[in-house]
Nanobody, 123 residues
Framework: VQLQASGGGLVQAGGSLRLSCVAS???????MGWFRQAPGKEREFVGV????????LYSDSAKGRFTISRDNAKSTVYLQMNILKPEDTAVYYC??????????????????WGQGTLVTVSS
């Protein structure tokens, strides 16, 4: 399975971006997650959406500002990011869960990763 993330770019603080992640194979049986990695930091969990969107979890930093959605028919998952802050600057990765677990939040529970898309938020 290959994942292609897109939609990153440069935005001013307070702005919005919408990331997309398209999979080369069907994703309907798996949770899909978003992670991010800032320079010099470990990759961290941003959010996850269960296979039928029944469970959506966010990190504390994403809660209230970011929204994850998915379109299984298009094998695509989205991350809408609003009220962006400079500390949101990072490479954002989408990932497909390793198993059919409902909504995993640990990196180790994901088997397939996209190449990442860079989000830069200027102050």
């Amino acid at each position: 399975v290959q994942l292609q993330a897109s939609g990153g770019g440069l935005v001013q603080a307070g702005g919005s971006l919408r990331l997309s992640c398209v999979a080369s194979a069907g994703i309907s049986m798996y949770a899909m997650g978003w992670f991010r990695q800032a320079p010099g930091k470990e990759r961290e969990f941003v959010g996850v959406i269960s296979r039928r969107s029944g469970t959506i979890l966010y990190s504390d930093s994403a809660k209230g500002r970011f929204t994850i959605s998915r379109d299984n028919a298009k094998s695509t998952v989205y991350l809408q990011m609003n009220i962006l802050k400079p500390e949101d600057t990072a490479v954002y990765y989408c990932a497909r869960a390793r198993s059919t677990a409902n909504a995993p939040t640990s990196r180790n529970e994901y088997a397939y990763w996209g190449q990442g898309t860079l989000v830069t938020v200027s102050s």
